[in-house]
């Protein structure tokens, strides 16, 4: 079983609708990050949380330590947030981050 | 623009070749670190450098070496390159390890053929 797993795999939604991304792990973390990958192009930290919400634009993302859990949400999606979206958390045992597969997102006109 | 620098880009080597993936930073980071990418699997950790001076393995080191040249730079060797080491790889920087985001090249995406 891998330390983190992301739900769902893949993702097709129509432009306008709000989409979750899930993300949960089984290890003790000191933070956890969200991040973006654009087909071909390079990885973008979107957020690193600790705990609670944050919020940047359309994207917020949310965690519960207790139940080891994060989400990530897109209001009002658009064919630019077209892209794979990474979780990966940051061990309280280590210095590494270990990562999801990956959600790949596409967002259809 | 302040981020991670890496070179090349696209990279085609034959089997038993050589190179050096370079990686840089502008920000004044301490910590370092190269991942590979490969379908269907997360990034998974090469090597890192906890700060300058150090280099430590991550998940899977075997067929690469690194030097931490300077606190800026920190390089990915190949001495000898197999098909298996085909992948897209990634540098990464972060102020210290602990809380603190990280800021990623745009990676290399190297063919062994």
């Known amino acids: 079983k891998n330390e983190v797993e992301q739900s769902p795999q893949n993702l097709t939604a129509q432009e306008g609708e709000f989409i979750t991304i899930n993300c949960s792990y089984s290890?003790?973390?000191?933070?956890l990050h969200w991040l973006q990958q654009h087909p071909g192009g390079g990885i973008v930290s979107l957020f690193m949380?600790?705990?609670g919400k944050k919020k940047h634009g359309r994207l917020i993302a949310t965690i519960n330590i207790q139940e080891k859990h994060s989400s990530l949400h897109i209001t009002a999606s658009h064919p630019r947030d077209s892209a794979v979206y990474i979780c990966?958390?940051?061990?309280?045992?280590?210095?590494?981050?270990?990562f999801g597969e990956g959600t790949q997102l596409t967002v259809n006109p | 623009n302040a981020g991670v620098t890496q070179t090349p880009k696209f990279q085609v080597l034959k089997t038993g070749q050589s190179m050096t993936l370079q990686c840089a930073q502008d920000?004044?980071?301490?910590?370092m670190y190269w991942y590979r990418q490969d379908p269907g699997m997360g990034l998974r950790l090469i090597y890192y450098?906890?700060?300058?001076?150090?280099?430590d393995k991550g998940e899977v080191p075997n067929g690469y070496n690194v030097s931490r040249l300077n606190k800026r730079e920190f390089s990915l060797r190949l001495e000898s390159a197999a098909p298996s080491q085909t992948s897209v790889y990634f540098c990464?920087?972060?102020?210290?390890?602990?809380?603190?985001?990280?800021?990623f090249g745009s990676g290399t995406r190297l063919t062994v053929v």
């Open positions: 990464a920087s972060t102020y210290q390890q602990g809380n603190y985001g990280y800021t």
């Open positions: 290890v003790g973390i000191s933070a």
């Open positions: 949380l600790s705990s």
């Open positions: 990966a958390v940051q061990e309280t045992s280590g210095s590494r981050l270990t």
């Open positions: 920000m004044n980071h301490n910590s």
């Open positions: 450098s906890a700060s300058e001076g150090t280099t």
